[in-house]
């Protein structure tokens, strides 16, 4: 690997930090799993941390983020509290949503994080009606929807690309593109020339980088936020990267050959930045110190999560909406 030139070694520190963090979370969220505190599935984003410290840590506070089921890094990186965001997991008193999103449907307004989405390809339409709604009202904020190379073959890519295109919004749509929709190879079951094309198809400026190489995913992504601040519309870009775990937690992932995955492990993200700060001059201990860190954290949001009380048993009726039920109506 051959070291970049006038490296920016602080902001590449700020991101080996936050994906060691991200990384932690992930585990803590498996260990979870493991002990039975999470009731549902964790899809774990080990290995593609790098998209969300370098698309999401870009955003501004005020920047709206869509999200996928595999969510946690880039609601991390935008800004939310892990606690909460553990909490949320485990169905807890004080999580982000009052514990009844869970993991695949994590939301935090408060940094812009307007949810993750359970349903493959929903949040590319609800990101364009969001673009819609900042160009009406027009605010100088811009939408990031992130979503797997999967979504690209469900109709919501198609409509909602196009509704972007068609009205100029303010959009950043990514495809984390990792090879797998779910667990079989996304390029057995997409036509053409997969997630590019079809967006330069529909007219959108698209581009492609390595996901696992966080600074040329800052850097194209801070070029595509120019242009959509500066009113050039939609804006596509394609992250490549790799799952190193199964789809879920429970996942074995069997279908993958041992070897492909032991070779795409010599390409984690976080080895890369860390490589990267060795040859700039940053001591290993350094670089063990942000990992200690980032774990001291993360086991310590699980423990505090753990020991947080389960909402009251009425909370479960707030929250719902009553207006215009139909059984109300008949009678």
């Not at 199964?246 to 795409?264: F, L, Q, S, W």
């Not at 390409?267 to 001059?281: K, S």
């Not at 009251?312 to 719902?320: N, S």
Request: hydrophobic residues 40%; charged residues 25%.
């Amino acid at each position: 690997m051959s070291l970049r030139r006038n490296i920016d070694v602080e902001r590449l520190r700020a991101h080996h930090r936050l994906m060691h963090r991200i990384r932690a979370f992930e585990e803590q969220a498996l260990r979870g799993l493991q002990e039975k505190v999470v009731l549902g599935a964790i899809h774990p984003s080990i290995g593609q941390e790098a998209i969300a410290a370098g698309i999401c840590s870009n955003l501004a506070r005020e920047d709206i983020l869509l999200s996928t089921h595999r969510g946690h890094g880039h609601t991390l990186a935008k800004g939310a509290d892990p606690l909460a965001m553990m909490r949320e997991l485990f169905g807890r008193e004080g999580g982000n949503c009052g514990g009844k999103g869970g993991s695949m449907h994590i939301a935090d307004f408060s940094v812009g994080m307007l949810g993750a989405n359970g349903v493959v390809a929903a949040n590319i339409s609800i990101a364009a009606g969001a673009a819609h709604a900042i160009k009406l009202k027009k605010e100088n904020r811009i939408v990031c929807c992130i979503f797997g190379d999967g979504a690209i073959n469900r109709g919501p890519f198609l409509e909602g690309l196009n509704w972007a295109k068609v009205f100029n919004l303010p959009v950043l749509f990514v495809c984390e593109d990792n090879g797998f929709a779910a667990s079989t190879r996304t390029v057995d079951m997409t036509a053409g020339e997969g997630p590019v094309a079809r967006a330069r198809g529909i007219g959108l400026p698209a581009y492609d980088v390595d996901g696992n190489d966080v600074l040329a995913v800052e850097e194209l992504m801070l070029e595509l936020r120019e242009a959509i601040r500066a009113g050039g519309g939609p804006q596509f870009l394609r992250a490549r990267t790799y799952r190193l775990t199964g789809h879920t937690g429970a996942d074995p992932a069997t279908y993958r050959p041992k070897e492909e995955v032991e070779e795409r492990w010599k390409q984690d993200p976080i080895a890369r930045a860390a490589e990267m700060l060795r040859q700039a001059g940053v001591a290993e201990a350094e670089l063990e110190a942000d990992r200690d860190a980032a774990r001291a954290e993360m086991q310590a949001a699980y423990e505090k999560a753990i020991a947080t009380p389960y909402p009251p048993a009425e909370r479960a009726f707030h929250d719902v909406q009553d207006i215009g039920d139909p059984r109300v109506e008949a009678y």
